[in-house]
Every structure is written in C-alpha cells, then in structure tokens.
C-alpha cells in the first residue's frame, strides 16, 4: 500500500486501507475502488491522506499501532465522560472523574500492553479518521505518544501508568472553554485566547480533588503547555520547576496538534511536526524527550513517497527501530525513469543515503 494525498487521488484507484468516522465506524472499507462521487466524499471530509493499492508498493503493509477496538473503547470513554462534565458542579466533575477512573486505568494498561508487543515504531496517521471534535483523538494520540516516549527513556510500569493517566486526562480543562472558542476556524482574538488558556487551570483544579489517581495527574494538565525558558502558561515556570512527565506531555501535545487537521490549519506531515520539535528542543522542550520522540515515532510512514539525496525516489517498505530517519525504502524511480524490477535498500546500511524529500502527490506515469 501507499499513502497519497486526496487531492492526487483519480477514479478507478483501489482503497488500501479503510478510513473510519470517530467512533470507528467504518465510512469507507479497504479494498474499495474509488469513483469519483467517493473521491469528493473524501475531500468534502477533509481526509488528507489515504492509502492505496497499486504494482509499485505490493507487499507493502501498514500495521496499526494498537487496535481498532482499543481506540475505539479509549476515545468513546474520554468522549463519553468528558461530555459528562460540562453541566456539572466542580465536585461532581470530580465525584464523576473518581468514578470512570477504573475505566481509564485499564485503557492505560491495555496501550502499554499492546505497545510493548508491537516491535515496529508508534504510527499514528490520524487522516485514515474523520472526528467531530479534535479533543478525544487528540487525548487519544497524545497518550500513545506519551507511553511510547517514556518507554523509551526507560520509565517503570508503575509511572508509565501514571504518566498515561496524566496524558489521556491533560486536556479535561477544555471541556470548560466554550465550544464556539475552541471550534473557531480563525485567529483567536486575545481575550478568545486568554480564555483557552484557563483550561490548564481548570483541569488542574478537578482533577487534584480526585481520590483514585496521584497528585501528578492533576499537574500534568496543569504543566503541559508551560516551557524551559519560562514562555509557557499559565504560571510561566521553568525547566527545573516542571515535572518530567509535564515535559513529555508537552511534547507528545505539540506534535499531534501540528500533524493533525484542523479547523483553522492543514496537518503537517510527522518528519515536519519533528522538524517543529527541533526547532524548539533546549528553549521550549526537553532535548532528551525530543529525541525519545524520534527513537519512538516513525518519522517517514511506512506506504510514504520519499526522494533520496541521490535523486532517486522510492517508498518507504518498513522501519528500523530506533532509527525513524532511516528506513529501508523500495526505490521506484532512478534518474526520472519508473523502474520495472523496483528494488530496496536500507538506509541503516547506506549511510550515504539520507531521505531529503517526501512526496504525497501521486506523479507516477502508471496513473497517468
């Protein structure tokens, strides 16, 4: 399979994988050949990418991360219990909270578990879905990300546990910002803005009254938007005042929401939304958690059109763990020419080689 822009996409092109609305109903099954009523469909969605079949990327498959069935029970039970909060009292906000903890408790659990059992790289490509509100997958992706990065830097069960609760729960402050705020397709004015930053406080001030789950848990929603140098909210602190998982929620925060679509903004693709990280890492992020992100994530999705430093162009057919930059790539095109006999090589191997370029636009004359 391949993963192509929707724009690129012409009728007759065969569905690879199935995209999903937000409760993980299936809107359009794989194996699927797309006609045009179906290609506008997509667009008119604001589906981004997707993957399809086609000669050049036979054999090559994408396995998720975690399963469907998991995803589905975690982003319905943030949905369903975050909703529950709006028209509720600070202390019923919590009482409620305590109450579905067990639930959250056990999605944590289940994600750390099938994490650890997946060897390749954390894949999320969060387009194969369309949602109505951002908020639960993005406590959803956050989450995985965050798991995946403390793995990394070697946390024992009992704190990945407690930094998953911090993670999927950072972001319950929102459910007390008015909806037409968060949803608003432009610029925030600056008192929109100072509005939406309370959402750190107010998460903060239900979940410390909590029984079932640390203290932490409510300063991780508390932390996950203040910095190293002091810029952050809503207190400003600075790096040695943050705890470590308010540093790696921060992080996991700022890549899904740059490579997520959304009302104001496209998504970036992940080796951009790193990019951003970079950019940032030693003022605004910790620079060991960054480059836990990169040993974690996989930068250039399997399915991906990438162009090598040497002009040739491939896709790329799976991952090297620990090595997101360098995958091994099935190299397609040479010199401007389509091959016939497609071959591969693995970056980890030629350290010549560097990816210098992606491409989501189909422009293979097969398709011509």
Do not use: W
């Amino acid at each position: 399979m391949r993963l192509i822009s929707t724009r690129s996409l012409n009728p007759g092109m065969i569905l690879a994988s199935a995209v999903y609305n937000q409760k993980g109903q299936v809107l359009l099954h794989e194996n699927v050949e797309l006609k045009a009523g179906l290609i506008n469909r997509l667009m008119e969605l604001d589906v981004k990418y997707v993957y399809i079949e086609d000669p050049l990327s036979n054999g090559i498959e994408v396995k998720d991360s975690v399963s469907l069935e998991l995803r589905q029970k975690a982003i319905q039970t943030v949905e369903s219990t975050f909703y529950g909060l709006k028209s509720q009292s600070l202390s019923e906000k919590s009482f409620l909270l305590d109450k579905n903890s067990r639930l959250f408790k056990d999605i944590i659990s289940n994600l750390l578990e099938e994490i650890k059992n997946n060897k390749d790289l954390l894949t999320i490509l969060t387009d194969v879905f369309t949602y109505d509100s951002y908020i639960f997958h993005h406590s959803f992706n956050v989450t995985l990300y965050t798991l995946a990065v403390g793995m990394e830097l070697g946390l024992t069960q009992q704190k990945l546990e407690t930094l998953g609760l911090g993670a999927i729960l950072h972001d319950v402050g929102k459910m007390m910002i008015p909806e037409e705020i968060l949803l608003k397709p432009g610029k925030l004015t600056e008192f929109e803005f100072e509005k939406v930053k309370k959402h750190a406080d107010f998460g903060f001030d239900i979940l410390r009254q909590l029984h079932t789950v640390p203290l932490i848990v409510a300063h991780c929603a508390f932390q996950h938007h203040e910095r190293l140098d002091g810029s952050g909210y809503p207190r400003g602190i600075k790096g040695n005042d943050m705890h470590e998982y308010a540093k790696i929620i921060a992080v996991a925060d700022v890549f899904d929401a740059v490579t997520s679509n959304r009302v104001y903004r496209g998504a970036m693709l992940p080796h951009e939304g790193l990019e951003v990280l970079y950019a940032g890492a030693g003022t605004l992020y910790d620079t060991a958690v960054v480059d836990a992100f990169r040993r974690s994530v996989a930068i250039y999705p399997t399915g991906m059109t990438v162009v090598l430093n040497d002009g040739r162009k491939g896709i790329v057919a799976s991952q090297n763990a620990g090595l997101t930059e360098r995958p091994i790539v099935r190299i397609i095109e040479e010199e401007g020419s389509q091959l016939t006999k497609p071959y591969e090589v693995d970056l980890k191997v030629n350290l010549d080689l560097v990816i210098q370029d992606c491409e989501v636009d189909l422009k293979d004359p097969v398709y011509k």
